[in-house]
C-alpha cells in the first residue's frame, strides 16, 4: 500500500513518522522545502511527551508521482479547493482519502474527490510544529497510544477498508472505528471550539484555559452551544474515549459548576497543547476559525439559538487575523467576564 501524509505538519511528521517505522511506504508531502530537507536529511525528530526518531521520504508536491492508495489529509482547509484538485491525478478508483482536518468537512471533499473515496476521522491527539524536522507531541504518551485515531465511513457502515486503514493507523496510536461519523466529527468541533478557540482568541495553551474561572466557564458555555446548534442539526454526538459529550450541556446555571469540573479533568491530559490557530496568529496567517467556531453561528441561523460564546471567539481571532497581531489574554480574558455576567 502507498501511502501519502498530504499536510505533514505537526500532525502529519508524527503520523508519517510512527507509519514509516512500521515498515510502511509512506510519502510525507508538504510545500515547506526546508522541512521537507530535514526530513530527508536527518528523519521525523518527535520530542514533547515522547523522544523518537525515524528515518522518512518527505517531498513538495509538486513532485508527487504515481498512485496513493492511502492519503491521510491534514492541510488546513482555508486550502481544499486547489490541494484536493492536485491530488486527483494521484488517485484511482479504489484509492481512499481519509480526512483528519478539523471541522467537518467530509462534504467539501466529497464533492472534489468523490464520495465513494472519502473516509473521515478526527485526530485525537496535540502537536506543534517546533522547527523543521522536529514536532512536539503534547499530549501524553500513554493517552496517545491508547487514544489518537478516530475513523469511519460516511454512511456509518463497518467496511474491510475501514479495518485496513486502523491496522495502519494502529502503529501512531489507538485508533477507534466509528459508526457514527457525524457525531464523531462533532464531538471533535466541540472540544476545538471550547478550547482551540479559546486557546488562540486568549493567546494561551489549553492548561490556561482550564486554570482560569472566567476561561473554564466559558469554554463549558461554547461547548454547551455547540451542543444545542448541533442537536437543532439532527446530529446525535458520538463519545470521546468513552465519555459522553452530550451530557456537557447546560440546562440550568445549577449545572455550570459540574459542567466546569467534568471539562477540567477531561482536558487535563491535553494541557499542554497549543492551538493551531494560535500558531497561525503567531505566524501572521489567517486561520481556520470559520471552519471551527464559526460553524455553530452559521449553522445556528433560523434555529433561534443564540451563540454569544462562539461569536465572541471568531470576533477575537478575526480581529487579531486583520492586524495581523496576537491576543492579549488580560485584555481579551474581560470579554468572556462580561458574558459570564
Avoid at 505538519?9 to 507509519?19: E, F, N, P, Q, V
Avoid at 524536522?133 to 501524553?140: D, I, Q, R, Y
Avoid at 457514527?180 to 466541540?190: A, C, D, E, H, I
Wanted: negative net charge; aromatic residues 6%.
Amino acid at each position: 500500500m502507498k501511502i501519502a501524509i498530504l499536510g505533514a505538519g505537526s500532525l502529519g511528521t508524527i503520523a508519517g513518522a510512527y507509519i514509516a517505522a512500521g515498515g510502511q511506504d509512506v510519502e510525507l508531502i508538504d510545500v515547506y522545502q526546508a522541512h521537507v530537507d530535514a526530513l530527508n536529511q536527518s528523519g521525523a525528530k518527535i520530542i514533547g511527551t515522547t523522544d523518537f526518531q525515524t528515518k522518512v521520504k518527505a517531498i513538495t508536491p509538486d513532485n508527487m508521482s504515481g498512485t496513493y492508495d492511502l492519503v491521510l489529509l491534514l492541510t488546513k482547509q482555508l486550502y481544499n479547493d486547489s490541494v484536493l484538485q492536485n491530488l486527483l491525478p494521484f488517485l484511482d478508483e479504489k484509492s481512499v482519502v481519509l480526512s483528519l482536518q478539523n471541522g467537518i468537512p467530509e462534504e467539501k471533499v466529497a464533492s472534489i474527490v468523490g464520495r465513494e473515496r472519502v473516509i473521515a476521522g478526527s485526530v485525537e491527539f496535540g502537536a506543534t510544529f517546533m522547527e523543521p524536522g522536529v514536532s512536539k507531541l503534547t499530549t501524553e504518551f500513554g493517552h496517545f497510544k491508547e487514544y489518537a485515531f478516530q475513523i469511519g465511513e460516511l454512511n456509518g457502515e463497518i467496511t474491510e477498508r475501514i479495518h485496513e486503514i486502523k491496522t495502519i493507523l494502529d502503529l501512531v496510536g489507538g485508533t477507534h472505528i466509528s459508526d457514527n461519523l457525524v457525531g464523531t466529527k462533532w464531538s471533535k468541533l466541540l472540544i476545538n471550539n471550547a478550547f482551540s478557540g479559546l486557546s488562540a482568541a486568549l493567546n494561551t495553551e489549553f492548561g490556561g484555559v482550564i486554570d482560569h474561572e472566567v476561561s473554564i466557564v466559558s469554554a463549558a458555555h461554547i461547548a454547551n452551544e455547540t451542543i444545542k446548534v448541533g442537536h437543532a442539526n439532527g446530529v446525535t454526538f458520538a463519545k470521546m474515549n468513552k465519555f459522553d459529550i452530550a451530557s456537557l450541556e447546560i440546562k440550568s446555571e445549577n449545572d455550570i459548576p459540574e459542567r466546569v469540573q467534568t471539562l477540567r479533568n477531561f482536558m487535563e491530559p491535553s494541557r499542554l497543547l497549543r492551538a493551531s490557530m494560535l500558531q497561525d496568529l503567531e505566524k501572521k496567517r489567517k486561520s481556520e476559525i470559520d471552519y471551527i467556531n464559526g460553524v455553530v453561528p452559521r449553522l445556528a441561523k433560523g434555529k433561534g439559538i443564540a451563540t454569544p460564546y462562539n461569536d465572541m471567539v471568531v470576533k477575537l481571532v478575526k480581529q487579531a487575523e486583520e492586524t495581523q497581531s496576537v491576543p492579549n489574554f488580560d485584555t481579551n480574558i474581560k470579554f468572556f467576564e462580561e458574558l459570564n455576567k
